[in-house]
């Protein structure tokens, strides 16, 4: 079947390295949802001879998002921290072969968008002190779209991203690609949700999905341990272990960016992998910038996900008891 045959294309929404992510429209042949129905169509290109990984990942990727995301009647609803699955099938795009996916559209900014317009304007350039001391910015997008958040709407978006990532771990599922990039903030009623389960994984032995030693993510959000530690070398249950806690840690590089407006500046994305990696793996904390005196209850929360040594880094149900405790 075609692309064109369920569906008016809209707008390319984003290129991976897998393939790419259009905006379309279902028509009246499509059944799953109602036509008129705005929906993200993800593309995953299938080669010629398609090997028995790659259709592994793409149904690994399926079977999680249908179990953590899926409307009735197939599952309980959709999370609300969790883009919405709603089909998958092979189709033709431009005379190529790809697997579809298709879920909810998301009318929004990823966080990564968020992060790159917003006006920051904690430092005052003249005497190096913050001119303000809550988090709010100003978000300022292309045509006056203008979005504002105070201190308290930013940490309730923490708060659900916590809850969120708590429930999946809780779940025995670890995410393994969290960052800026997959992280959508929703204009349309505020929420802010997960996408991108491409390299998520079960993380007990019985599942055919469980998570294996290969190493997944993007350079400034993967955590010292998954740097250093050998995973073929260490039992599954110790894997599964370090996958949660490096979750958490691309959680706070997230957290460090939401808040002050960038990445840490010894993972800039500017810098070399070998650059990165020599920074997180040394001992010294991430430096946060100077002069950011911000909500420093909030900040050490964000320091506990960050410690390198994972085995002293918070669990997610430590970060979710920290922000419970400091809305009281
Ligand atoms: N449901 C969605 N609604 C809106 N934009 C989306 C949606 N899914 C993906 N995107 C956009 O497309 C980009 C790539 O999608 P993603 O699922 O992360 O694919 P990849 O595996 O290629 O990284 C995202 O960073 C985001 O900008
Ligand atoms: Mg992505």
């Not at 705005?38 to 995953?44: E, G």
């Not at 003249?126 to 504002?148: A, W």
């Not at 491409?198 to 999905?209: K, R």
């Not at 506990?304 to 405790?325: A, C, F, G, Q, W």
Request: aromatic letters at 12%.
């Amino acid at each position: 079947m075609n692309f064109d045959d369920f569906f008016e294309e809209e707008e390319l929404l984003g290129k991976g390295t897998y393939g790419i992510v259009i905006k379309g429209t279902t028509k009246s042949s499509y059944t799953k949802v109602p036509p008129g129905f705005d929906v993200a169509v993800k593309l995953i290109k299938l080669g010629r001879l398609v090997d028995i990984d790659t259709i592994k990942d793409i149904k690994r990727e399926i079977d999680i998002l249908k179990k953590v995301s899926s409307p009735p009647p197939t599952g309980t609803g959709c999370n609300p921290g969790i883009v919405c699955y709603y089909d998958s099938f092979v189709v033709n795009y431009e005379g190529k072969k790809y697997f579809a996916i298709i879920t909810e559209f998301i009318d929004g900014y990823t966080i990564e968008d968020l992060t790159k317009s917003l006006v920051y304007k904690f430092i005052d350039p003249t005497t190096g002190k913050q001119m303000f001391d809550k988090y709010t910015g100003e978000y300022i997008y292309d045509y006056n779209i203008t979005l504002k958040f105070n201190d308290r709407e930013i940490l309730n978006f923490l708060k659900g991203l916590v809850r969120t990532l708590r429930l999946l771990h809780y779940n025995d599922i670890v995410h393994r690609d969290i960052k800026s990039a997959n992280i959508i903030f929703s204009k349309v009623n505020s929420t802010i949700k997960y996408i991108d389960f491409g390299f998520a994984c079960f993380t007990n032995l019985g599942s055919v999905y469980a998570c294996d030693e290969r190493v997944s993510g993007t350079p400034p959000y993967l955590a010292p341990e998954l740097w250093t530690t050998n995973l073929s070398k260490i039992s599954k249950k110790d894997m599964f272990n370090l996958y949660k806690k490096a979750d958490v840690w691309s959680l706070g590089i997230v957290f460090y960016e939401f808040l002050l407006g960038t990445l840490p500046p010894e993972i800039a994305e500017s810098l070399t992998i070998s650059e990165i990696k020599q920074a997180v793996i040394n001992p010294n904390p991430l430096i946060f910038i100077p002069g950011f005196e911000g909500d420093t209850k909030l900040i050490e929360i964000v320091k506990k996900m960050l410690v390198k040594n994972s085995k002293l880094r918070s669990d997610i149900n430590t970060v979710y008891l920290d922000l419970e405790n400091l809305s009281k």
